[in-house]
């Protein structure tokens, strides 16, 4: 299997790319508006963040709260990871939902940009009644945005390199010849799964798939766990509820709730 994300940030360079890269592999592209369906029965849109992009505005004080944000990471990567599972090998194409892949080591992550002139030329020609200046305040204006999201989400600069394994810059290239270099990288053993990472990504499904749960049922909400899964078993490991003061009542409650998904076998208490 290969797993390849792409962040876009280019107006249209991301999808280039990604859509070059799929012919070339002949692998599906699994876009964010895909993952918020598929989240959708775990009632994604409830936090209020589907129905946004990165474009339209910046985090506000009040989505700034805890659990919204938690619920929907938990269910967009639930999500996520239940497509990818589904589809084998995929190219994803979003903004920052590779940050939540960030325990699976062969999966590919790139980032793809272009200079600020050439995307306000690029805006500019989309909508000619603009200035050039006021096309270039606008893409400094959703690269602000982009910034404030990726802090709010995942405490992160998403523009530092070290976040990506590739840095594509499209100003003189064309993503056809880039979709090319990629496909090479891809030839390498390090971004091509082996057993055990196809373990990792089923582990990290279920131990996922378990927070959430815990997340959406209200007697257990507001319990602060880790939680460790092992899909070949079905085992759940719960840790740190030493902490909660009813540790007897907290454990039937977790029980109750996790008990009611398929692939939980077995739930041990660490």
Not at 23 to 52: A, H
Not at 233 to 248: C, D
Request: with cysteine; net charge negative; charged share 25%.
């Amino acid at each position: 299997m290969q797993i390849v994300t792409i962040s876009r940030g280019t107006l249209i360079g991301a999808e280039q790319l990604a859509n070059a890269l799929s012919q070339r592999l002949q692998i599906p592209i699994i876009t964010r508006e895909k993952v918020i369906e598929e989240g959708e029965k775990y009632l994604i849109s409830e936090t209020g963040f589907t129905d946004i992009t990165f474009l339209d505005r910046a985090p506000s004080p009040w989505e700034r709260q805890y659990y919204k944000r938690k619920h929907y990471l938990l269910s967009f990567q639930v999500a996520l990871l239940e497509l990818i599972l589904q589809e084998g090998s995929c190219i994803y194409l979003g903004h920052l939902a590779h940050f939540l892949l960030n325990d699976i080591p062969f999966v590919l992550r790139i980032r793809v940009i272009k200079s600020l002139h050439n995307r306000a030329k690029a805006w500019q020609d989309r909508n000619p009644h603009l200035t050039y200046e006021q096309a270039l305040d606008y893409i400094r204006l959703i690269d602000e945005r982009r910034r404030l999201w990726g802090d709010f989400l995942y405490g992160v600069n998403i523009e530092e390199p070290k976040h990506y394994d590739l840095v594509i810059n499209l100003d003189k290239i064309d993503p056809e010849y880039f979709a090319t270099i990629v496909e090479q990288i891809l030839n390498q053993p390090y971004f091509n799964s082996t057993e055990e990472n196809i373990k990792q990504l089923n582990n990290l499904l279920l131990s996922s798939k378990a927070k959430l749960l815990l997340f959406l049922a209200p007697t257990t909400r507001g319990f602060e766990v880790d939680v460790e899964g092992d899909a070949e078993t079905g085992q759940i490991s719960i840790l740190g509820l030493e902490k909660e003061k009813e540790r007897k009542e907290a454990i039937a409650l977790i029980q109750n709730v996790l008990r009611t998904e398929p692939g939980i076998k077995d739930i041990k208490f660490v």
